[in-house]
């Protein structure tokens, strides 16, 4: 175990408030590989929208379920206003570029919301026998590269620094107008150095503050990040103002 207990919606907010932060929140729907119902995301986003100062929910389904997937993230941002959606293949077992999985991310085009996948290496399994039957190869950041290349209007986030595929994923947010980086999941004391030289130079536009709450609290992840070489005109870019723009929020607090 990790030592953790999951917070409650209420107290995630209550958290955030203090700090004057906002997070988004979400759970993994992995029904198919686990065998057992997820979180719900619809009561999930609904106690988000209680906090909506500081709280902004993404949806997760299976795709697994095939076209109950699509209609069902469908509903979600048409009834819940979720603003993305969060995969974890590795965890859910599919291959992002399987083209059965085409018409999921086309609806999510068309919806206009951010689907942020899991990439690299995860704690879920670690150090278990078989790793729990998890298998990393799902969550190779080139898989998702096709994604990126099919979709172009879909803007995609890589999930953590996918270690130990860093590099692809520099190069696809290098290459991909609508792939982005966050740097979730890692004390920023660890990151790969050509991530933060890339984060603070050519890809300053396109990495994203997350911190894995509660599994690396934020409070930690800003200490180590203060420490970092960045330029001043890369950290309120990172920090917030790329997530502004590509969730669409900086519009909505203009309005």
């Known amino acids: 175990m990790n030592g953790f207990r999951t917070p409650t919606v209420e107290r995630l907010a209550a958290d955030y408030r203090e700090r004057r932060m906002a997070a988004v929140i979400f759970t993994v729907d992995a029904s198919t590989a686990l065998g057992h119902p997820a979180l719900s995301s619809e009561e999930i986003a609904e106690q988000a929208s209680e906090h909506a100062d500081v709280l902004i929910p993404f949806g997760s389904v299976d795709p697994l379920a095939g076209d109950a997937a699509v209609r069902r993230a469908r509903h979600l941002v048409e009834r819940y206003r979720v603003r993305g959606f969060k995969f974890h293949p590795s965890l859910q077992a599919f291959r992002p570029d399987d083209p059965a999985h085409a018409p ?33 190869r799902y969550s190779d950041p080139m898989l998702i590269d096709d994604v990126a290349a099919d979709f172009p209007g879909l803007r995609i986030v890589l999930a953590h620094p996918g270690v130990p595929w860093v590099d692809a994923s520099m190069a696809i947010a290098t290459h991909k107008a609508n792939a982005f980086i966050d740097l979730s999941g890692w004390a920023p004391k660890y990151l790969p150095p050509q991530l933060v030289r890339q984060a603070g130079t050519i890809l300053r536009h396109k990495v994203l503050f997350g911190s894995d709450y509660p599994v690396l609290a934020p409070d930690r992840w800003l200490a180590e990040y203060a420490a970092l070489d960045l330029p001043d005109r890369a950290r309120p870019l990172i920090l917030k103002d790329n997530a502004l723009a590509l969730l669409g929020l900086d519009q909505a607090r203009a309005s």
């Not at 206009?112 to 996948?117: E, Q, W």
């Not at 290496?121 to 998890?134: D, E, F, N, S």
């Open 104 to 136: 999921l991310w086309a609806t999510l085009e068309e919806l206009g919301v951010v689907p942020l996948f899991h990439t690299g290496q995860t704690g879920i399994g670690a150090g278990l026998p078989g790793g729990r039957g998890i298998k990393l």
